[in-house]
């Protein structure tokens, strides 16, 4: 049996040979040109880093898909289902496009310093590059994504699922706007808030390979449910890791959601057990808070069977997407998919 700890390496690996293959696209599919500060903002949390987790899934998809040995197929000339090829590259870019358009929207909104270990871009430049850097992002992904070559009619479909994720991770945040305003929610409002706001462009990495190369629409929802429920997954356990995770490791203050009093699954369940979530910490200030003080929140929270029951919501779900992808030939890269998705949930930092 694979232990976890294998798992991780096995992904870390995967997602590593996959990450620097869509590095090197990204400075071809989004050059530098006048002008230049626009675009040297609009690059800049792409030249930061990051995982490229969502790339990773688009281009495992269509591996699994294609049935096709891992690594061995140009992306740039990747076989459809009925054998003309296409520019698979250019979905994975354009699916972390979006990635980094909303990132960069996101730091504006909570007014933070840091991204990626980097100052947030509207630090390093200025709020209204910043906004013009998010918005060119946006526009750029559906240019990019045009480039693949596939069939018209796949294209116009690839088109409308990019657009109507951008418009849910627009609902999803408006939503965790509003959720900061009320002193409870149901769980249900939680996970579709969670849905919008994150599920949504793993979704989207899932189904849009199956949509460019062909695919049944059987296949299309299975996958797009599978990117929904790991992405789901994906977002209650960074819950999970803001309590559990040191802070040297996690890069933030351990426990800031419970000093800004975010809504989490886990504050939402606990407020069910009558636990006073806003005197599980009396300070203020995420810069403030002791480490004693997470401490003893947390094995309140633990009392309460919130962080088991968050655990346990992320592992059903992620559960339930391996299932849906029994729609693919059972080969490496649906196995690789498999595993990407345990270590959604059991990744460390």
Known sequence: ??????????????????????????????????PERLYEASRYLLDAGGKRLRPTVLLATAEA???????????????????????????AVSVEVIQSF???????????????????????????????????LYSKAFEIMLETGADPSRMVDALDVLATTCTKICEGQALDVTFEEREAIAPEEYLEMVEQKTAVLYAASACLPAILQGADQETIDSLYG???????????????LDLTVPSDKLGKQRGSDLVEEKQTLITVHALDQGVAIEDLVDTEDVDAVTEAEIDDAVAELEAAGSIDYANTTARDLVDQ???????????????????????LIERGY
């Open 1 to 34: 049996m694979t232990t976890p700890k294998a798992r991780e390496e096995a992904v870390l690996e995967a997602v590593r040979e996959r990450r620097e293959l869509v590095n090197d696209a990204i400075p071809e599919e989004l050059p530098i040109q006048r």
């Open 65 to 91: 898909l294609a049935d096709v040995e891992p690594l061995m197929t140009d992306y740039r000339a990747f076989p459809t289902l009925s054998g003309e090829p296409i520019d698979l590259m250019d979905a």
């Open 321 to 343: 997407g391996k299932r849906r992808l029994e729609v693919l030939p059972d080969n490496e890269a649906r196995e690789l998919l498999c595993q990407l998705a345990d270590y």
């Open 102 to 136: 909303t990132l960069i929207h996101d730091d504006i909104m909570d007014d933070d310093d840091l991204r990626r270990g980097v100052p947030a871009v509207h630090r390093e430049y200025d709020l209204e590059t910043a906004i013009l850097a998010g918005d060119t």
């Open 226 to 240: 599978y990117g929904l429920d790991i992405g789901r997954a994906f977002q209650i356990q960074d819950d999970v």
